[in-house]
């Protein structure tokens, strides 16, 4: 009886420490892979990413945009005016929700 017992515990801490120690592995796989240096390619994408970022933030929109891509933009805002009507386009709208007012009708 007491050996079953013993047995019957050693099978849930086989399985308690073999659980932990996979996932302590794969945590470490993750930070090891990170902590490694990126292969040539990925290390450019994310220059350029970064690069295009600070460019983007000092320029206060698209970089490297052309009087062309202006022209056209002031276009498609016009045309959007005059068919939707008046605001500001270029920002999300807001939208108010209101909720139902209910009554209770007599029986």
């Known amino acids: 009886m ?3 017992q013993i047995l019957r515990l050693s099978s849930l801490f ?3 420490v073999s659980i ?5 592995i794969g945590l470490s796989a993750i930070v090891f ?3 490694k240096e990126l292969d040539p390619v990925q290390k450019l994408f994310l220059d350029k990413i970064r690069e295009y970022n600070t460019k983007s933030k000092q320029a206060g929109g698209p970089v490297d945009a052309g009087p062309d891509f ?8 016009a045309r959007l005016q005059r068919a939707y009507g008046e605001g ?19 029986k």
Do not use: G, V, W
């Not at 500001?88 to 007599?106: A, I, M, V």
């Open 70 to 77: 202006q022209k056209d933009m002031n276009e498609s805002l």
């Open 20 to 24: 932990h120690l996979r996932r302590n």
């Open 88 to 106: 500001d386009l270029t920002k999300f709208p807001e939208f108010k929700f209101e909720e139902p007012k209910f009554e209770e009708t007599p």
């Open 33 to 35: 892979n990170k902590a």
């Open 14 to 16: 086989h399985s308690a």
């Open 2 to 4: 007491i050996l079953r």
